[in-house]
């Protein structure tokens, strides 16, 4: 009976969630469908009648879904209200940008910009309406899920869920060890959301199994192994059921489009923001007087060396001393006051599309390392290596979901999960995804200052590592505290 009235709320929660969605999608076509009736819709060549409209209108609806999910603007659970927002007007204004290129076909002219600009205007002001009321809708009818956090490696877990907002959906009754959990299962008994933070595998295979059967809701930070067993094949052997693990090898079907998506997006970039980068260059040769370009050894692909081209935004001389620092952002007195814009603006990394176009690198994948840098996350994480199944891209995984101060264990992670499932698909997800990050200040902030290996950042979250073992030792009676006090 518990099972099966659980099961009722969450169908209930899945229709409820679902047609707050569709309402949002309604209300940002609204303002569009205004102005393609008001305006594009008659000034097109051969003017449709009611179908031809309906699926105009229907078009903008789709791309709108598309590019809501791609920006997360639909997590009214996991998302703020200022993000909900955020990621709506992004997807609000491409689906708009989009649309307004049909327009200039179907019209086979350059309509005014002026219809669609008062669209996304109103745009703006249904997606902040519409985020705000479902944001309290959600919490009124869904009470705060009481909370577990299991933990072994990564301490800190329920700090997170306060630090990004999500205290109002979870709540951390009880922070504890792994150990202690097994001994005793029963204290997720209450539980109805558990985190398991880098849990091993045999402690947390039992206490999965366990939360199953009692309905209790699982979320699992996985380690590399995990992530590596997501893109196994599932196959049958000797009657059995198999899984097969490989390392990367895709199909030359994918490799001919991910080329072909490479050539034809780094070609139109270089187009289109050639005057950027001539202004970028003047900007940087008028400054100090120094080289506009900046080259550097990178590994791509197999650990092949190369050398990445970018927009300098250092001093000529930032490493004289021969220590490779990783960048402390706006704090690196190294840094002129010209690469400061460009790094902020992304500028700096266009000069690699033209390691696109010679094929060092890709548009999607992880992003290239040092040697010597790589060199210093292997002594401490063997595993970093891994990265290296694929090409480097310009944009990835990690950099969409990550920020630049992301532990280099944490961005494998994420860099093993695009390699785990490639797909041509993914990869215009990330690149439209990549959009966001240019907008997000926490995606330009540095490492600690004074850290000038990667092996400062590696010491803090290797797998299972002895410096972390020892910090978490000394924090844990504090974290299950702060859980009980939570």
Same mark, same amino acid.
């Given at each position: 009976?518990?099972?099966?009235?659980?099961?009722?709320?969450r169908?209930?929660?899945?229709?409820?969630?679902?047609t707050?969605?569709?309402?949002?999608?309604?209300?940002?076509?609204?303002?569009?469908?205004?102005?393609?009736?008001?305006?594009y819709?008659?000034r097109i +060549?051969?003017?449709? #009648?009611?179908?031809?409209?309906w699926? /105009? =209108? $229907?078009? @903008? *609806? %789709?791309?709108?879904?598309?590019?809501?999910?791609?920006?997360?603007?639909?997590?009214?659970?996991?998302?703020?209200?200022?993000?909900?927002i955020?990621?709506q007007?992004?997807?609000?204004?491409?689906?708009?940008?989009m649309?307004y290129?049909?327009?200039? +076909?179907l019209?086979? #002219?350059?309509?005014?910009?002026?219809? /669609? =600009? $008062?669209? @996304? *205007? %109103?745009?703006?002001?249904?997606?902040?309406?519409w985020?705000?009321?479902a944001h309290?809708?959600?919490?009124?009818?869904?009470?705060t899920?009481?909370?577990?956090?299991v933990?072994?490696v990564?301490?800190?877990l329920?700090?997170?869920?306060?630090?990004?907002?999500?205290?109002?959906?979870f709540?951390?009754?009880r922070?504890i060890?792994a150990?202690?959990?097994?001994?005793d299962l029963s204290?997720?008994?209450?539980a109805?959301?558990?985190?398991?933070?880098?849990v091993?595998?045999?402690?947390r295979?039992?206490?999965?199994?366990?939360?199953v059967?009692?309905d209790?809701?699982?979320?699992?930070?996985?380690?590399?192994?995990?992530?590596?067993?997501?893109?196994?094949?599932?196959?049958?052997?000797?009657?059995?059921?198999?899984?097969r693990?490989?390392?990367?090898?895709?199909?030359?079907?994918y490799?001919?489009?991910?080329?072909?998506?490479d050539?034809?997006?780094?070609g139109?970039?270089l187009?289109?923001l050639?005057?950027?980068?001539?202004?970028?260059a003047?900007?940087?040769?008028?400054?100090?007087?120094?080289?506009?370009?900046y080259?550097?050894?990178r590994m791509?692909?197999n650990?092949?060396e190369?050398?990445?081209l970018?927009?300098r935004?250092m001093?000529v001389?930032?490493?004289?001393?021969g220590?490779?620092?990783?960048?402390?952002g706006?704090?690196?007195?190294?840094?002129?006051?010209?690469?400061k814009?460009?790094?902020?603006?992304?500028?700096?990394e266009?000069?690699?599309l033209?390691?696109?176009?010679?094929?060092?690198?890709?548009?999607?994948?992880?992003?290239?390392?040092?040697?010597?840098i790589?060199?210093?996350?292997?002594?401490e994480?063997p595993?970093?290596?891994?990265?290296l199944?694929?090409?480097?891209?310009l944009?990835?995984?990690?950099?969409v979901?990550?920020?630049?101060?992301?532990?280099?264990?944490?961005?494998?992670?994420?860099?093993?999960?695009?390699?785990?499932?490639?797909g041509?698909?993914?990869d215009i997800?990330?690149?439209?995804?990549?959009?966001?990050?240019?907008?997000?200040?926490?995606?330009t902030?540095?490492?600690?200052e004074?850290?000038t290996t990667?092996?400062?950042a590696?010491?803090?979250?290797?797998d299972?590592?002895?410096?972390?073992?020892?910090?978490?030792?000394?924090?844990?009676?504090?974290?299950?505290?702060?859980?009980?006090?939570?």
């Amino acid at each position: 009976m518990k099972h099966q009235k659980k099961g009722k709320n969450r169908l209930l929660y899945t229709v409820i969630l679902r047609t707050v969605k569709l309402l949002d999608v309604l209300l940002l076509t609204l303002p569009f469908a205004a102005v393609w009736y008001g305006y594009y819709g008659m000034r097109i +060549v051969a003017p449709y #009648r009611n179908q031809g409209n309906w699926v /105009i =209108l $229907l078009l @903008f *609806a %789709a791309l709108y879904i598309i590019n809501g999910r791609i920006y997360d603007a639909f997590l009214v659970s996991y998302q703020r209200v200022s993000d909900l927002i955020f990621s709506q007007t992004l997807a609000a204004f491409l689906s708009d940008f989009m649309l307004y290129l049909v327009c200039w +076909v179907l019209s086979r #002219r350059l309509p005014s910009v002026w219809p /669609i =600009l $008062l669209a @996304f *205007a %109103a745009q703006i002001l249904l997606a902040a309406l519409w985020a705000s009321g479902a944001h309290r809708l959600y919490f009124a009818l869904f009470p705060t899920r009481r909370t577990v956090v299991v933990w072994e490696v990564r301490a800190g877990l329920e700090r997170l869920i306060h630090q990004y907002g999500l205290s109002r959906k979870f709540q951390v009754n009880r922070v504890i060890d792994a150990a202690e959990c097994m001994a005793d299962l029963s204290v997720l008994e209450d539980a109805e959301t558990v985190f398991l933070a880098d849990v091993p595998s045999h402690p947390r295979n039992k206490i999965i199994k366990y939360c199953v059967e009692k309905d209790i809701s699982v979320f699992m930070i996985p380690r590399v192994g995990d992530v590596m067993m997501s893109g196994a094949h599932r196959m049958h052997m000797f009657h059995l059921p198999m899984l097969r693990l490989d390392r990367c090898d895709p199909t030359p079907e994918y490799l001919f489009f991910k080329r072909v998506f490479d050539l034809l997006v780094s070609g139109a970039a270089l187009l289109l923001l050639s005057p950027v980068m001539l202004i970028t260059a003047i900007c940087i040769r008028k400054s100090d007087g120094g080289p506009v370009f900046y080259r550097q050894c990178r590994m791509t692909k197999n650990g092949e060396e190369f050398q990445v081209l970018k927009f300098r935004s250092m001093k000529v001389d930032a490493e004289r001393d021969g220590i490779e620092r990783l960048s402390s952002g706006d704090k690196d007195d190294r840094v002129t006051p010209v690469g400061k814009v460009i790094r902020k603006l992304r500028i700096d990394e266009l000069p690699q599309l033209f390691n696109v176009l010679s094929g060092k690198m890709s548009i999607v994948g992880p992003r290239p390392e040092r040697p010597a840098i790589a060199r210093q996350y292997e002594k401490e994480l063997p595993e970093f290596r891994l990265r290296l199944q694929v090409k480097a891209g310009l944009t990835g995984y990690a950099q969409v979901y990550g920020k630049y101060n992301t532990t280099p264990y944490d961005k494998l992670l994420m860099d093993l999960l695009y390699i785990a499932r490639p797909g041509i698909l993914q990869d215009i997800a990330i690149l439209f995804a990549t959009v966001k990050v240019l907008f997000s200040p926490e995606s330009t902030e540095g490492v600690g200052e004074g850290q000038t290996t990667a092996a400062a950042a590696a010491e803090d979250i290797s797998d299972g590592g002895t410096a972390e073992k020892q910090k978490q030792e000394t924090e844990r009676e504090e974290l299950q505290k702060g859980g009980e006090k939570e």
